[in-house]
């Protein structure tokens, strides 16, 4: 674990979306929006999600991050340049194992995969804004789901907890993929190997910066790797127990700004 009061000025900063940055109702404060701008004026700042590219955008656009950056997008599968969408790195896998896994184990879960346009192919139609509020969707059969390899699987069940997701994930045995189980009964199937820290391995190797000077802030199951990768990992207050445990430090939630107050801190 990284002292953070020993902590250099950071380097670059990676920062998750929801949950950190921004709330549940999409909301972005002016603290936070003010902290983050005046800090991509001096370093660079990746953005690093699960959300995909379409989505990730105007998050980009809301905060003016500088054109020709780069962000992380559906979970470190997909490393693209702010605003034009250049793919940079990507990487995929073969689903089609996972998703009989999922119909044997859970019949009633909805599926989606993400296509390259940023738009959805899903099994049925998602609760409103889970996939983004202005996402694209066509509703397919399990068999037209993923005709060819995808940069991530992701299994929905409004009737079902996080708790009985995180028994899910264990009964499906997943080999040869990542994934994270999120707040709500969601489970994301990644590339093996693939996570958050994988995009900002290929962001940083594009600036020529070491991650040890990187500063990372998330809230997710799914920043836990980012979290431990980088040199300073800071998880929000409203994070679960293994992302705080897995952080150097914990700063306050995001209904209190706690981006701001470590950002503050430096810039």
Not at 78 to 96: A, W
Not at 98 to 120: F, H, K, L, Q, T
Not at 155 to 160: L, S, T
Not at 194 to 205: E, I, P, R, Y
């Amino acid at each position: 674990m990284t002292d953070g009061a020993q902590f250099q000025r950071p380097t670059a900063v990676a920062l998750d979306i929801d949950g950190t940055l921004i709330d549940h109702d999409e909301g972005l404060s002016p603290a936070v929006l003010d902290a983050v701008r005046r800090t991509a004026e001096q370093v660079p700042v990746f953005l690093a999600t699960g959300r995909a590219w379409s989505t990730t955008r105007p998050v980009a656009q809301r905060l003016r991050l500088p054109a020709g950056g780069l962000v992380v997008c559906s979970n470190g599968a997909r490393t693209l340049r702010y605003p034009d969408g250049e793919v940079v790195d990507e990487r995929t896998f073969d689903p089609s194992t996972v998703i009989e896994s999922v119909r044997r184990y859970a019949p009633n879960a909805r599926m989606a995969v993400e296509e390259y346009d940023g738009s959805y192919l899903v099994t049925e139609p998602f609760p409103d804004g889970d996939l983004g509020r202005d996402a694209r969707i066509r509703v397919v059969a399990d068999e037209e789901l993923a005709p060819q390899p995808v940069t991530r699987l992701i299994i929905r069940d409004p009737n079902q907890s996080e708790s009985d997701f995180v028994h899910l994930a264990e009964r499906l045995g997943l080999h040869g993929v990542s994934y994270f189980v999120g707040w709500t009964a969601w489970l994301d199937i990644a590339p093996e190997g693939v996570d958050k820290s994988t995009g900002l391995k290929v962001a940083l190797a594009q600036y020529d910066l070491d991650p040890a000077g990187l500063l990372a802030i998330g809230d997710g199951r799914n920043d836990i790797e980012m979290l431990s990768y980088a040199g300073l990992g800071i998880a929000m207050g409203s994070a679960p127990d293994e992302v705080k445990e897995s952080a150097d430090e914990v700063t306050k939630s995001v209904q209190d700004d706690g981006v701001a107050a470590v950002l503050n801190r430096w810039f």
